[in-house]
């Protein structure tokens, strides 16, 4: 089966510092999802990728697949404390063309001091 | 659009005791997932359904849990018994023909 590795598992920087977040996977990814999760709450979505090169940007987060579609990045900018929470990259392990269940990477969990 | 919707939103229970987690879909949604969220093993995927129909339960550790889809808006996940280390974040997720991924605020549930 699929299994995605992130790193680092955590993170701690401040405010309006740059940070990247990675996700890895042993396999091709041919849908990979980024979730943010807040203490308490459930998985916001951030971004979809889905070809390999494809790099979309939401706000100040910009998410990449590398072009052999094993590697995912997340790249905040200038971070803020609204930043704070755990960032889970997602992804089918089957190539079905749609991503008919998810599994998930263990997470990287940031924190944004002052 | 009022969301995943899961209840309760945390349970404390005895250990032996069964526990029942509900979730209601994105109305539309043909697809519904419940995962197990811990520190040690992250988000795992139980179970997940294609229009009411079970495809895939081998995410689910044990005999002592089940999970039903009556109807397209209404699922359920039981355990039971509980027990200790059944203890986590249960969260319930839909979508719409593998897009559109939505996730429920989540069951925090402690066994006692």
């Known amino acids: 089966s699929q299994e995605l590795e992130q790193s680092p598992q955590s993170l701690i920087v401040q405010e309006g510092k740059n940070l990247t977040i990675n996700c890895t996977s042993s396999?091709?990814?041919?849908?990979l999802y980024w979730y943010k999760q807040k203490y308490g709450e459930g998985l916001i979505f951030l971004m979809m990728?889905?070809?390999?090169?494809e790099e979309k940007s939401h706000e100040k987060i910009t998410a990449k697949l590398d072009e052999k579609k094993q590697q995912s990045s997340l790249h905040i900018t200038a971070s803020q404390p609204s930043h704070a929470g755990i960032y889970l990259c997602?992804?089918?392990?089957?190539?079905?063309?749609?991503?008919?269940?998810?599994?998930f990477g263990t997470g990287t969990r940031l924190q944004v001091t002052l | 659009d009022a969301g995943v919707i899961q209840s309760p939103r945390h349970e404390v229970t005895e250990m032996g005791q069964e526990v029942t987690l509900r979730c209601k879909p994105i109305?539309?949604?043909?697809?519904l997932f419940w995962y197990r969220q811990t520190m040690m093993r992250g988000l795992e995927l139980l179970i997940y359904?294609?229009?009411?129909?079970?495809?895939?339960d081998s995410g689910m550790p044990e005999d002592r849990f089940s999970a039903k889809m009556p109807n397209a808006s209404f699922s359920t996940l039981k355990i039971q018994p509980s027990e200790p280390r059944d203890s986590a974040v249960y969260f319930c997720?839909?979508?719409?023909?593998?897009?559109?991924?939505?996730f429920g605020a989540g069951t925090r549930l402690s066994v006692l």
């Open positions: 997720a839909s979508s719409l023909v593998g897009s559109d991924w939505r």
């Open positions: 396999k091709t990814l041919y849908g």
């Open positions: 990728l889905q070809k390999g090169g």
């Open positions: 997602g992804a089918d392990p089957i190539n079905t063309g749609t991503a008919s269940k998810l599994t």
């Open positions: 109305s539309g949604h043909n697809s």
């Open positions: 359904f294609n229009n009411n129909v079970p495809i895939d």
